[in-house]
């Protein structure tokens, strides 16, 4: 049963510190996408790739927010520097045929 | 602009009743996806059905059926003999057809509540 992976699960980092989140998409899958939940925003997409190539990193703040797939079994995102606002869950989801299934999330908490 | 409205925020109801979870969509796209994703408390974003918007027929899983409606735009989801297990927090999401487009829009859920 393939799933999308994500680590870490937890993070608590200080305010300022780098934070990498890494996510591995179900072999196969074209599309990866990177969302932020909070209670207050809901889930907003941060940025997506096909076939590796970023088309829309719109929703994400470019001045500390990076997002790369340095090959396909692998994306990355990156906070330099984080900051309390940060915290919250972060999901990776890969997709094929128009459907995209989620990891199980990175739970940030910027201290 | 593409828009998902799910209005209910939060629905409780007793074991073993019935529950539909509405969802209304806006979409300018002749081709189109729609989507249901369960939140359980646990936190993951579990993939529940996806729809076409060329395929119009309604769908039974168990106890769970979804009822497509292009001429109200609107893709409902029911739960029959609804479980304690059924509790989570219930997504809607479109997805445009258009050439070169990726992005899902996420209604902002449903939390529901289901009791024993």
């Known amino acids: 049963d393939a799933r999308v992976t994500q680590t870490p699960r937890h993070k608590v980092t200080e305010m300022g510190q780098e934070v990498t989140m890494r996510c591995q998409p179900i072999?196969?899958?074209?599309?990866v996408f990177w969302y932020r939940q909070t209670m207050m925003q809901g889930l907003e997409l941060l940025a997506y790739?096909?076939?590796?190539?970023?088309?829309?990193d719109s929703g994400m703040p470019k001045d500390r927010f990076s997002a790369e797939m340095p090959d396909a079994t692998l994306a990355t995102l990156k906070i330099q520097p984080s900051e309390p606002r940060d915290s919250a869950v972060y999901f990776c989801?890969?997709?094929?045929?128009?459907?995209?299934?989620f990891g199980p999330g990175t739970r940030l908490l910027v201290l | 602009a593409q828009k998902v409205t799910q209005a209910q925020t939060e629905i409780s109801v007793v074991e073993k009743e019935d529950v539909t979870l509405d969802c209304v969509y806006e979409?300018?796209?002749?081709?189109?996806?729609l989507f249901w994703y369960k939140q359980p408390p646990s936190g993951e974003l579990v993939f529940l059905i996806r729809?076409?918007?060329?395929?119009?027929q309604n769908e039974i899983s168990g106890r769970y059926s979804w009822n497509f409606q292009k001429s109200t735009s609107s893709f409902n989801f029911t739960i029959t003999a609804s479980q304690v297990v059924d509790s989570a927090v219930y997504f809607c999401?479109?997805?445009?057809?258009?050439?070169?487009?990726?992005?899902?829009?996420f209604g902002t859920g449903t939390r529901l509540k289901v009791l024993a």
């Open positions: 989801a890969s997709g094929v045929e128009e459907t995209q299934y």
């Open positions: 072999l196969g899958h074209n599309t």
């Open positions: 790739f096909r076939n590796r190539a970023p088309l829309d």
């Open positions: 979409t300018r796209d002749t081709t189109y996806y």
């Open positions: 729809r076409n918007s060329f395929d119009e």
């Open positions: 999401a479109l997805r445009g057809g258009s050439s070169g487009t990726y992005k899902y829009i």
